[in-house]
Structures are given as C-alpha cells and as structure tokens.
C-alpha cells in the first residue's frame, strides 16, 4: 500500500489496497486509520467492491447511521444513496461538515462513485485545522469559549411545506456545539461553523456587546467571516471522480462542497456515515 500527498495540507491517494481485504484485516485497516488521521481524506482508485464490503469497510471504524432525508439501500441500511439524475439539488454545493445538525455528528464517512458525469462533478475538501490555525490571534482570543447553533431545519427543510419542515425540525432539534473543537483522537483543534450554522447561542455578552449593533450584525458577519475560512484554497484539495473511487474523510476536522457544474448529467454516488461523538 502506497499514499501519496495531493497538497501540502490535506488529502493523499491511496493505492495498492482493496478495501475489500481491509475490511476483514485488522492491521490493514489500522494503517488506514493512521493514514486518515495524518492526511484527513483519502482517495482511492478502482475499487470494484460489493455494498457489503462497502458496509464492512466503513463498520470498522464504528457503527453507520440513516439520513432523515436521503434515502438508503433497503438491503444495506446506513449506506445512502445520493442519486443525482432526475433533478438539480443544491443541498450539498456549500461548504458543510455532515451532520453537524446532530448532537453527536458522524466520526467520518465513505463514499463511493457508482456514476458521474465524464467531466464535472468534483468534490473539495478543506482542512478546518489550518483553517483554525491560520486565524489572526485576536480572532482566535475573540472566538475561544464560543459556541453555535446548527440546524437542519433551514438546510434541507427549505424546500418542505411548512408543515414537514416542523415536523423535521421537532425530530431534530437545532443543537449547539462550540465554534472550536477538539478531535478526540489527534487533539488537534478545527474551525467548526459550516452551512448548517444558524447564530451563536452566548456571544451576547458584556465583553462582546456595547450596543445593539454589536449582537445583529456584529456576531453575523463574525460568524461569516468564520464560515468562509473554509473557501481559502490553501486549505482543499479537490477530487475529480471516476466510477469506483471512494473517499474516506475525517468528518470531525473537514468540510466539504460538491461541485454542482453537471447538471443534467447523472452523478450516482453512495455513503456510509459513521457515527461520532459529542463535539468538545
């Protein structure tokens, strides 16, 4: 097995394995781990596995978790199927970590190409750990201890009656996280705001907030200045998609775009989410 470095802050393509044999081979699939952990996403080439191994490789890292929206695999619950071929949706053309609408948001995921377009289609990844990083230390000082609202309500509920979109946002509560997280396993800290963020929940303090115009719209251009960290280019690499290839990304210091420049051509692509923990 070989990794390759794609940029100089996230991403390596991976060759020389089948996920296939690392789904049954605990020292392989911990090399993989290792290698997510260093590089943050992975990209791997001709993978002609079935859904089961698709489903054993990513249970490895824990068990899979359903989308209240997407639809999935009756006979492989937990992989979802993102079939882009009759309509143009734009639910995933922003920059977003998955889930983070959930009080314990996916550890990661897997993703496999089953179709795309010959040309178009891409996907970009950016590293929220440089993102963090890179910030100006008064805004670092300035965002410590902050924490934000995320909600799946405003996200792909827009597009339900009213009625529906209650009923989505009732069984999944706008929830809180801090704006700074820590990766449990690396310890690294990661910007964490994205296209599901809504407001912060405690930025209305005497320290923050002189008058009126300080809270609304002092915290919101605060909070998009911080969303669109994830726009820097020295931060991403971005994937053009072939049949077969998968991604496997750490959903806990990543977001991603999809890139909707194909319509109408078809992009059939299916995930596997891992269920994560509650961000600290």
């Known amino acids: 097995m070989r990794a390759q470095p794609l940029t100089c802050n ?3 393509e991976v060759s020389g394995v089948s996920l296939a044999d690392a789904a049954r081979d605990e020292a392989l699939f911990a090399e993989i781990k290792s290698l997510l952990l260093t590089h943050k996403v992975l990209f791997l080439r001709d993978q002609e596995i079935s859904r089961a191994d698709h489903v054993a490789f990513a249970r490895r890292f824990g068990e899979l978790e359903d989308h209240p929206v997407a639809g999935s695999d009756p ?13 143009r949706e734009n639910y995933e053309n922003s920059y977003h970590t998955d889930g983070s ?9 897997v993703l496999r190409c089953i179709e795309c377009p010959p040309v178009g289609g891409d996907t970009i990844w950016v590293n929220m750990a440089a993102a963090y990083e890179h910030l100006p230390e008064e805004i670092k000082q ?29 069984q999944y509560p706008m929830v809180e996280h801090p704006v700074v997280r820590t990766h449990p396993e690396t310890g690294e800290k990661a910007l964490y705001v994205c296209g599901f963020s809504t407001h912060f929940a ?13 809270k609304t719209p002092g915290a919101s251009h605060l909070l998009n200045y911080l969303i669109s960290q994830a726009a820097i280019p020295e931060y991403q690499v971005r ?42």
């Not at 405690?202 to 300080?214: A, I, K, L, M, S």
């Open 101 to 109: 609408w959930r009080e314990t948001p996916p550890m990661g995921c």
């Open 142 to 170: 300035r965002i410590a201890g902050l924490r934000a609202k995320h909600s799946i309500e405003h996200s792909f509920g827009a597009a339900m009656s009213p009625e529906k979109r209650a009923g989505l946002a009732a």
């Open 202 to 214: 405690n930025f209305h303090t005497p320290e923050n907030v002189r008058y009126g115009q300080d």
């Open 239 to 280: 994937f053009r998609w072939q049949p077969n290839s998968v991604a496997i990304w750490d959903n806990r210091c990543t977001q991603h775009y999809a890139v909707q420049d194909y319509w109408p051509a078809p992009r059939k692509m299916e995930r596997a989410a891992i269920i994560g923990d509650k961000p600290f």
């Open 75 to 87: 006979d492989h619950p937990g992989l979802v199927q993102i079939y882009r071929s009759d309509k």
């Open 10 to 12: 996230i991403g390596a």
